[in-house]
């Protein structure tokens, strides 16, 4: 029987790799040292392969045709595609396998996700993976969430999505760890870019600590859209919450870091 080895959520925005060091020194430092600390829980875990749950900021997926989730069944993964973020452009290996198995339990269980052998790696998993794994050795799955383009799916759907993976992952022989990238509060290229939203922030991370940690479940879209349309990102922390059945997660750094335009929070779940 397999085991979720890990499972840990953070933000991902592309200032924290293009323009890392316009941050003020003690977020800056507060948020990699977190990062950091994230990459060494997820080694001493001993995965076999990672799942990458974020959304695509159309690179492979636009209104034209958007699902609501895409699993990558790809052999292996290029990116990313942002020669901008300043890092170097090169392969994943990916984890088909436990993609199809994935896929199938999902059609199982009333989902019904598409799914891409072609998935090209952008920011949403490439600043992360520079921080926590930068070897980029360890095969990887990328769950893609629609948090772009209304109507996407509800916070509850994709916690129940997430409670398909960690069954998935219980059949499965490999050790897997899930990683929620995404948030908190930002609105990347709008005239309210530089207006974060701590308070949310605040809030939300709090209800992940409590002993009721899927109370964030019932957060109105309506708030959501108040801490500017980044916010849609916490659908992955919702994934991730359900693969490991609710479960509190434990902030280890948050910070309105206006320079990357971004409430940026590390968290792990217990
Ligand atoms: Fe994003």
């Not at 952008?122 to 600043?127: A, D, I, K, L, Q």
């Not at 509850?156 to 908190?184: D, H, Q, S």
Request: aromatic fraction near 8%.
């Amino acid at each position: 029987m397999g085991d979720l080895a890990f499972a840990a959520a953070m933000s991902h925005a592309p200032g924290i790799a293009a323009f890392t060091d316009k941050a003020p020194e003690q977020q800056r430092r507060g948020f990699l040292d977190a990062a950091a600390a994230v990459g060494a829980l997820l080694d001493a875990s001993k995965p076999d392969a990672i799942v990458f749950v974020a959304p695509d900021h159309f690179t492979n997926f636009f209104v034209d045709r958007m699902p609501a989730f895409c699993v990558g069944i790809n052999d292996d993964y290029e990116g990313p595609v942002e020669k901008w973020l300043g890092m170097p452009k090169g392969r994943v290996p990916g984890a088909p396998d436990l993609a199809a198995h994935l896929l199938e339990a999902a059609m199982d269980s009333g989902f019904d996700p598409a799914f891409s052998r072609g998935l090209k790696l952008e920011h949403s998993v490439m600043v992360p993976m520079s921080l926590i794994r930068p070897q980029r050795d360890i095969p990887i799955v990328w769950i893609m969430v629609n948090c772009q383009v209304a109507p996407m799916p509800s916070l509850r759907r994709c916690y129940e999505f997430g409670r398909v993976l960690r069954k998935t992952i219980g059949l499965r022989p490999e050790r897997v760890a899930v990683i929620a990238t995404g948030g908190l509060s930002h609105a990347p290229g709008a005239a309210e870019a530089n207006r974060l939203d701590p308070e949310f922030d605040r809030e939300f991370l709090a209800m992940l600590a409590s002993e009721t940690p899927t109370s964030m479940l019932d957060i109105p879209l309506s708030r959501l859209d108040q801490a500017g349309f980044g916010s849609w990102e916490i659908r992955p922390w919702a994934v991730v919450l359900g693969a490991t059945e609710g479960r509190p997660a434990q902030t280890l750094s948050y910070a309105p870091i206006e320079a990357w335009q971004t409430g940026c929070a590390v968290s792990v779940f217990s």
